[in-house]
C-alpha cells in the first residue's frame, strides 16, 4: 500500500502542475480560481463519504466526534490557503520556475517535523535535502532555459505576485501537513473520517475566501463561468491528490511525500521528451540523478548505537526462560 500510493502520488502531482498550468494560460474567459478550490473539497467530502454509510457517518464526524472535528480547523484553513496561492502562484510564473521554488516546502516540512513530531533526522538526511533541492533546481532551470519562452497571457503575469504566493504556500504546506500527520497519527480515526472533518472546514472556508475575492465576479457572471472539460479535469485531479496525500501521510510521513513530488518534476519532464520533442542534456541527467540519490539517501535506515569496545553480546537465555537482561526488548515490542 505505502509504494503503490506514493507511485500514485508521482504521477498525480506530474499531471496536476501541467494541467493547472495549461488551463491557466489558455486565452479566453478564465475560470475562477476560488471556485476550484470549493468544488475540490466538495468532491472530496462526497468521495470519503459514498465509501462510508451517508447519514451515520455524517453524524458521527459532525454531532458526535465535534470536539475532534474542531481540531481540522486550523489545517483545513491553512490547506485551502494554500491552494488559493497554488493558482495564483501558477498563472504568474512559468512552470519552470514555480516547480523549482515550491520545493521549498520539503525543507519547511522537515523543519516542521522536527519542532512539532519532535522527529530526529540524522546528518545524512539532511544532506539528502539539500541533494534533493540541488537537484530539482538543476533540473528545473535546465529545462527553463532549453524550452523555456513567453507563454500565452505574459502581459497579465506578475512575477513578484507569483514569487510571494509560493513562498507562502511553501511555509503553509509544511505547516498543514506536519499538523495534519499528527492529528492522523495520534488516533485510531480513519483516513476517510478526517478528509470529511477536513473537507466540512475546507468547504466553508473555500466559501468564504470565494466570496471575500471574487464574490462580485462569481455573482454576476456565475459560479461555474469559464469551466470546460479540462478544468473539471483539473479539479477531480486536485481532489483525488488530497485524498491520496492523506494516505501517504498515514502510511508515511510528511517528507517522503515530498520526495514523491520532486520524483514527479523529472517523471514529468522525461515525460515532456516524449510528449513535445525536449531534448535531454547532460545538466538534466545529473539534476535527475541527485534526486534519485537523495531520495535512496534519505530511506537508508538509521544505524543502531555501536557496541562498545569491549562489550560482549548478551547470551541467550535457556530454551523455556524468560530474558532478563535489560538489553532486550518488551514482549510487546516483538509481538503485535
Not at 44 to 64: I, M, P, R, S
Not at 205 to 232: K, R
Not at 281 to 306: E, Q, R
Request: hydrophobic share 50%.
Amino acid at each position: 500500500m505505502f509504494y503503490i500510493s506514493l507511485a500514485v502520488l508521482v504521477v498525480q502531482n506530474a499531471s496536476l502542475i501541467l494541467s493547472i498550468r495549461y488551463v491557466r494560460t489558455l486565452p479566453g474567459e478564465r475560470f475562477f480560481a476560488t471556485t476550484a478550490v470549493v468544488m475540490a473539497e466538495l468532491l472530496k467530502g462526497a468521495t470519503c463519504l459514498l465509501v462510508k454509510q451517508f447519514a451515520l457517518f455524517l453524524y458521527d464526524a459532525v454531532v458526535v466526534q465535534y470536539v475532534d472535528t474542531l481540531k481540522l480547523a486550523v489545517p483545513s484553513l491553512i490547506y485551502t490557503l494554500q491552494n488559493n496561492l497554488q493558482y495564483v502562484a501558477i498563472s504568474n510564473l512559468p512552470a519552470a520556475t514555480f516547480q523549482v521554488t515550491y520545493q521549498l516546502k520539503i525543507l519547511t516540512t522537515a523543519v516542521f517535523s522536527v519542532l512539532m513530531l519532535r522527529k530526529s533526522l540524522s546528518r545524512l538526511q539532511w544532506v539528502s535535502l539539500l541533494l534533493l533541492f540541488t537537484g530539482v533546481a538543476v533540473v528545473q532551470v535546465e529545462q527553463g532555459q532549453v524550452g523555456g519562452g513567453s507563454s500565452p497571457g505574459a502581459a497579465q503575469q506578475s512575477y513578484a505576485v507569483g514569487l510571494v504566493a509560493v513562498v507562502v504556500s511553501c511555509l503553509s504546506s509544511g505547516l498543514a501537513g506536519v499538523y495534519f500527520e499528527k492529528i492522523l497519527k495520534g488516533s485510531s480515526a480513519s483516513v476517510w473520517l478526517r478528509n470529511v472533518q477536513l473537507g466540512i472546514f475546507g468547504t466553508l472556508l473555500g466559501l468564504l475566501g470565494m466570496w471575500w475575492a471574487e464574490g462580485a465576479a462569481v455573482a454576476a457572471q456565475g459560479f461555474f463561468h469559464g469551466y470546460s472539460p479540462l478544468v473539471w479535469g483539473v479539479i477531480l485531479n486536485q481532489a483525488f491528490g488530497g485524498l491520496l496525500v492523506a494516505v501517504v501521510v498515514k502510511y508515511a510521513d510528511n517528507i517522503l511525500k515530498g520526495f514523491a513530488t520532486s520524483l514527479s518534476i523529472v517523471a514529468s519532464t522525461v515525460a515532456s521528451m516524449y510528449l513535445f520533442g525536449f531534448r535531454l542534456h547532460p545538466p538534466f541527467a545529473l539534476g535527475a540523478g541527485l534526486v534519485i540519490g537523495a531520495v535512496y539517501m534519505y530511506s537508508l535506515p538509521k544505524a543502531g548505537p555501536p557496541l562498545g569496545p569491549r562489550q560482549e553480546p548478551t547470551a541467550l537465555p535457556p530454551l523455556g526462560k524468560e530474558p532478563s537482561e535489560p538489553g532486550y526488548p518488551p514482549k510487546s515490542v516483538l509481538v503485535e
